[in-house]
């Protein structure tokens, strides 16, 4: 029996789980599986404003990042992505560089050092990621993973990185003779983490004999709202898009109070997941503009403004008039490689910089490729997300208060959201609807 005081000792509430849910339970009680779980309740009780200012960096650089990628991919498009992920993959490259890149990575990703970083990465996984769902929250999940040619050897330090502060498991496969067996590996364990939902991360072709170094993330998110919409007041109105013409929709609506506020320009509706037993509080967060064809210049705030997320946020519960928000469901990939350079990420892909991750060789390391994948769906229940990231390698062949008044609120022309967590303010997906019937 344990002593008085051992930290292995446990209240009879926390012996209720699913670990031993029946008396029969106990006799095969598996004791480190029920300190890992009552750990990971005190770990989340844990502060997270701690994380605030390193987030507060990776947010600002979430919404510029978002504001290149709809600029140059999705000008005309549902869009969806989540910047957290490809951030994560970003900040382990950068853990493997040196000199120059390794400045340029610092600069790009606003960090001071990759300590900094891994740091970040790290806890963004253990506090921010824990699965919520035994807890009562949104169920979550989070997975780092690498996969390395057989030719090559991860050097000890970056090794040590990846599977201490990221948890990636390392696999060792043959690139030079099975690279689409290992294309498919990689796309297994991406559609796995996500719950089924993010298919074929890598394209055909794209992962070959000339490939040297594969490193990835895969996150998942399915919250419930802590007030549910009911489908029976669920009906069809029109969606104006912003061409001008309409299209017709399913529209919720709810007459209980809403946290929303009217900006300059824009309303901000804020629409809480349900939480657990824990200090996380997960929210979705969707901008509309007033004018119908406002959104561009919403666009352009959201990643030129520092802060503004955080300094455009809604209140307290109002009263609300008419309100409407559609259900909608987006898919949306890109090669990203593109969109780095553009925004001044150049030296990870050319050779030299990377010389930091491999034991040989690493000298003529270079980002071949950048593939990112997301999707959302928004219905009355709440809200189900799943975003995958993979960065290929290959080789160089040398706010105030609201006044108790109604306030209107119809999502009926496009629009930003975003869902992030409310207490760090860390950013998990960004996205921006301009057609509810266009997935």
């Given at each position: ?196 939902l993010i298919k074929d991360l890598l394209p055909f072709g794209s992962v070959d004999s000339t ?53 300059k320009g824009f309303k901000v509706l804020k629409l809480p997941y349900e939480h657990g037993d ?81 034991e040989k060789g690493g000298e003529r390391l270079k980002i071949s490729n950048f593939f990112h ?67």
């Amino acid at each position: 029996m344990a002593e008085k005081g051992s930290p292995n000792l446990f209240s009879p509430l926390e012996l209720q789980s699913p670990i031993c849910s029946s008396p029969e339970d106990f006799e095969y009680l598996d004791l480190d599986a029920l300190i890992r779980r009552r750990d990971q309740r005190k770990a989340l009780k844990r502060p997270l404003p701690i994380l605030r200012e390193s987030i507060a960096k990776q947010t600002d650089f979430s919404l510029s990042l978002a504001e290149h990628v709809i600029s140059t991919k999705a000008k005309d498009t549902n869009f969806v992505f989540s910047p957290l992920s490809m951030h994560v993959v970003l900040c382990m490259v950068a853990s493997g560089s040196s000199g120059p890149t390794r400045d340029q990575f610092l600069g790009y990703l606003k960090s001071k050092s990759v300590e900094e970083l891994n740091s970040l990465s790290s806890q963004v996984a253990t506090l921010l990621f824990a699965d919520g769902g035994p807890l009562g929250g949104p169920r979550l999940s989070f997975a780092d993973g690498v996969w390395v040619d057989q030719s090559l050897t991860l050097k000890p330090a970056f090794k040590e990185i990846v599977e201490n502060e990221y948890k990636a498991a390392s696999n060792q496969v043959d690139f030079q003779n099975k690279a689409d067996e290992v294309r498919e590996e990689v796309n297994a364990w991406a559609e796995k983490e996500t719950n089924g939902l993010i298919k074929d991360l890598l394209p055909f072709g794209s992962v070959d004999s000339t490939t040297k170094l594969i490193l990835a993330n895969a996150l998942y998110f399915k919250g419930t709202w802590a007030e549910k919409f009911k489908k029976s007041l669920t009906k069809d109105d029109d969606f104006f898009l912003s061409n001008g013409t309409s299209v017709r929709v399913p529209f919720m609506t709810s007459r209980k109070k809403q946290c929303i506020h009217s900006f300059k320009g824009f309303k901000v509706l804020k629409l809480p997941y349900e939480h657990g037993d824990d200090n996380r509080r997960f929210s979705m967060l969707i901008y509309l503009p007033n004018a119908r064809d406002g959104l561009p210049a919403l666009v352009e705030k959201f990643g030129s403004v520092p802060g503004f997320i955080q300094n455009h946020l809604p209140g307290w519960p109002v009263k609300v008039g008419d309100f409407r928000v559609p259900k909608f469901k987006i898919s949306f990939g890109f090669e990203a490689s593109e969109v780095l350079q553009g925004q001044g990420l150049v030296l990870p892909f050319l050779p030299g910089g990377l010389n930091e991750m491999v034991e040989k060789g690493g000298e003529r390391l270079k980002i071949s490729n950048f593939f990112h994948k997301s999707c959302i769906d928004v219905d009355e229940q709440g809200t189900e997300a799943a975003a995958a990231s993979a960065c290929l390698f290959g080789e160089c062949d040398s706010m105030g208060p609201i006044k108790e008044v109604k306030v209107d609120f119809v999502a009926d022309h496009p629009f930003m959201f975003v869902v992030r967590e409310d207490v760090s303010g860390a950013v998990l997906f960004v996205g921006q609807l301009l057609n509810p019937k266009a997935a």
